[in-house]
């Protein structure tokens, strides 16, 4: 795939496991995001980063904790979360802050 | 502040048939608007954007919307359906400074 890749594809934990998503983009774009998507809810925005600095927290819990080490790679490492948590995470890049979003495929993740 | 309402939550057309999805915005500012498509198990794609050019915004697969500023709208259009065309579709919008507001989707189906 080229664009922006999410990886794993799907994941299943249990409350104490302790994983993590891996969002690449391939398109020299300077920020990133993390959204999360819920069934019957509107996209939520999570974290966002411009220049691998942390712009913006949408209130998110303290169990999800976003990490960008360079302009190219995002991670989100989850620990002791909950079966609500279960939803389809997006990944983002843009050109900057101002331009439209390209989007991954998306992580489907299921708490048990 | 900003919001977005997409007036219908499902549509359905028959193939050949012309597509109709509404969207009506809020925003303090001058406004960017965008339609994403998203097919099931997959991530947003970008179908076409408005950034104070041209009203009406032409977009891929033959889809297009026209930006309504009295009206508020942003009504996305396609002369004649596509079995392809079924999906989920998000009106965007964005803040002066690049934050984006999701509609809570529209889902298109297409029957032969």
């Known amino acids: 795939e080229t664009g922006v890749t999410q990886t794993p594809r799907h994941l299943v934990m249990g409350m104490t496991n302790k994983k993590s998503l891996k969002c690449e983009q391939h398109l020299g774009h300077n920020a990133m995001y993390w959204y999360k998507q819920s069934a019957k809810k509107p996209l939520e925005l999570m974290f966002v980063?411009?220049?691998?600095?942390?712009?913006e927290n949408n209130s998110v819990p303290s169990r999800f904790s976003p990490e960008c080490p360079n302009s190219s790679h995002l991670f989100l490492h989850l620990h002791t979360l909950q079966p609500e948590d279960s939803a389809l995470y997006l990944c983002?890049?843009?050109?900057?802050?101002?331009?439209?979003?390209?989007f991954g495929p998306g992580t489907r993740l299921t708490v048990l | 502040a900003q919001s977005v309402t997409q007036l219908d939550s499902h549509v359905s057309v028959s193939e050949g048939t012309p597509v109709l999805l509404r969207c009506n915005y809020s925003?303090?500012?001058?406004?960017?608007l965008f339609w994403y498509v998203q097919h099931p198990n997959k991530g947003l794609q970008l179908l076409l954007k408005y950034t104070s050019a041209a009203t009406l915004v032409k977009g891929i697969n033959g889809f297009e919307a026209e930006f309504k500023k009295s009206e508020t709208s942003f009504h996305l259009t396609k002369p004649s359906a596509h079995m392809s065309d079924a999906a989920e579709y998000f009106c965007v919008v964005s803040t002066s400074y690049g934050k984006l507001t999701f509609g809570q989707g529209t889902i298109l189906t297409v029957h032969p």
């Open positions: 980063y411009s220049l691998e600095e942390r712009v």
């Open positions: 983002a890049s843009s050109g900057s802050s101002y331009n439209e979003q390209f």
């Open positions: 925003s303090s500012y001058s406004p960017s």
